[in-house]
């Protein structure tokens, strides 16, 4: 079938949408107040949760703050609200497992219906006197066991996300989509300058406007994110930085177009800018970032898209997502090829 691919794309980015959207994320915990607390004192800790239905085996609910992986103090006793509420009373040792005065847990609930849920860092506790090891020995009476594991189809609660997750889905696959496109326009330059055939240079120009239009869109939705998570549509972010450079420079590669009249000239120079601009676009946006602080994952040498962006669920969205994108970005591609064509044969009778 001749038009497979563009069947497939509409398929994939349909799928994206659809799933991406409408799939629930998994129960998580949005806040605990009061977030300060004194050591050797009973506390009470109120919860608010995400997608949770604390009421259903209320009896059954469990909470502990822990650090680490062994160490940890269980709840006294849990007073169920509503779905969305529960009071946790915690009786907290006089002493801490750290040697300094003050400490940050992570605050654990369990739930037969909603599965294991946490808040990372979401209580700091304060000590009055510093007792490493018998600190350590307290936390370590109420181990963590047999937490229960929500079954169902969802994607992960991030605590700074929230359902800015989906995002990752559009924000991210149209930049590696634009990355793929500027590949094949870069590849057509190249082929232009080694044969000199001008349909080679209207195949750069048409895959660089699809290009360009995806790392647009790509900027757009990322400042939304950014608006949502970081308070900023844009926060001066080196990665934000480096690809406004780069789109800026592939803008430049039209306004160098418009400025020639002779057709050869104007596809050579063309051709020559647009190699350029690929190979600013790898350092610009991949290697820079890296090797500085950033907001966005990967950055400062860590691994973009690991277990703690991505999950296995997520990751049955975010790939076709990609191939959905590229698919798309070629199909327009081939009209704005058919388009320059038609213009081109115009121009010549």
């Known amino acids: 079938m001749k038009y497979w691919w563009k069947i497939l794309g509409v398929l994939l980015l349909t799928y994206t949408f659809v799933f991406g959207l409408l799939t629930p994320l998994k129960t998580g915990i949005t806040g605990a107040t009061p977030y300060s607390l004194k050591a050797g004192q009973t506390q009470v800790v109120t919860v608010t949760g995400y997608n949770s239905f604390f009421t259903k085996e209320k009896e059954k609910l469990r909470a502990w703050l822990k650090s680490g ?148 869109l790509g900027l757009v939705t990322g400042a939304i994110w950014a608006k949502h998570t970081w308070g900023k549509y844009w926060s001066w972010d080196v990665k934000q930085n480096m690809t406004a450079i780069a789109m800026l420079i592939y803008g430049a590669y039209f306004v160098l177009r418009a400025s020639f009249d002779d057709p ?9 800018f647009n190699i350029f601009a690929f190979a600013s676009l790898v350092p610009l946006i991949y290697i820079i970032p890296k090797l500085t602080d950033s907001l966005h994952p990967g950055a400062g040498g860590n691994i ?36 320059a064509r038609l213009r081109d044969r115009l121009l010549d009778t």
């Open 69 to 216: 992986n062994d160490l940890a103090l269980a709840a006294k006793s849990i007073e169920v609200v509503d779905d969305r509420t529960a009071k946790l009373t915690f009786d907290l040792p006089a002493h801490l497992p750290t040697n300094s005065k003050v400490k940050d847990f992570t605050l654990l609930i369990d739930s037969p219906a909603d599965g294991a849920s946490i808040l990372p860092g979401g209580i700091s506790i304060t000590q009055d006197s510093v007792n490493q090891a018998l600190g350590s020995q307290l936390w370590s009476q109420s181990p963590i066991a047999e937490l229960h594991e929500k079954q169902a189809i969802t994607f992960p609660f991030r605590n700074i996300l929230g359902e800015t997750i989906r995002n990752t889905y559009y924000h991210v696959p149209m930049w590696m989509a634009m990355f793929i496109i500027f590949i094949g326009a870069v590849t057509f330059s190249i082929k232009y300058l080694a044969k000199g055939e001008a349909d080679f240079d209207r195949k750069a120009m048409a895959l660089t406007n699809v290009g360009l239009m995806l790392g647009l």
């Open 264 to 272: 050869e000239k104007k596809a050579r120079v063309s051709a020559v």
């Open 304 to 339: 973009a898209f690991g277990s703690e962006d991505l999950d296995n669920t997520m990751r049955m969205v975010f790939y076709p997502a990609i191939i959905g994108w590229a698919l798309l970005g070629l199909w327009i591609g081939q009209v704005i090829l058919r388009s």
